[in-house]
């Protein structure tokens, strides 16, 4: 199956600063990388996805790109602010393995 | 409320009883998906239904669980002989499969089921 590794855990930045995270798999049949944002207490919410036909996507100050030959995506957040706080997930494989989460602190 | 529902949302058993959760998907998606999760980590995948048929279940599931979804729409998920290991978030989510095993949408997450083992 796939396995799904996620670097760093833990992540602190100063507000206005940049944040990113990373993640590799496995399986090069994987075509679809999601990344969840979960609060605390809350369920996970899809923030931004990529599928493997493109290296890139953006939306507003979120961006995720993927390395189909080195089989990594990153998520990559500008202009951090306090509310960005949260655990990330990023997901891939066809039943949607989870990395283990990178825990975000924005410090104002 | 059109968004992923569950039920109930807390549960507490002693060791060895059965327990049962309910998860009501959005009701156009035809996928749904069974995953667990314990503090600091990331969901586990447990098992996923298109439509009525259960496609896949993790390797790593005892066969104390069972997981159905007799209709289509609604889904149970069954823990038999309950253990302490398996006390944990059980998050239910569905999604607008395409046309296709290998296509794959946004998940829409419900508020999960605590399930404490005693």
């Known amino acids: 199956g796939e396995n799904v590794e996620q670097h760093p855990s833990t992540l602190s930045v100063q507000e206005g600063d940049s944040a990113v995270i990373k993640c590799t798999y496995s399986?090069?049949?994987?075509?679809?990388f999601p990344w969840y944002k979960q609060e605390l207490g809350k369920r996970p919410q899809l923030i931004i996805d990529i599928r493997s036909n493109v290296g890139e996507k953006k939306d507003q100050r979120i961006a995720v790109t993927l390395n189909k030959t080195a089989k990594h995506f990153s998520l990559h957040i500008t202009e951090t602010q306090p509310e960005d706080s949260a655990v990330y997930f990023c997901a891939g494989g066809y039943a949607l393995n989870f990395g283990k989460g990178t825990s975000l602190l924005v410090t104002p | 409320d059109t968004g992923v529902s569950q039920d109930p949302r807390h549960k507490i058993t002693k060791r060895g009883q059965n327990v049962t959760f309910r998860c009501d998907p959005i009701?156009?998606?035809?996928?749904l998906y069974w995953y667990r999760q314990t503090l600091g980590q990331g969901p586990e995948f447990l098992t996923y239904f298109q439509n009525e048929a259960q496609l896949e279940k993790s390797r790593l599931l005892s066969d104390r669980f069972s997981a159905e979804r007799p209709k289509g729409s609604f889904s149970t998920l069954e823990i038999q002989r309950t253990e302490q290991g398996d006390s944990a978030m059980y998050l239910c989510a569905s999604s607008l499969g395409l046309a296709g095993l290998n296509t794959y949408n946004e998940q829409f997450f419900g508020p999960g089921t605590r399930l404490t083992v005693l």
């Open positions: 009701s156009e998606h035809n996928r």
């Open positions: 399986d090069s049949a994987s075509n679809y």
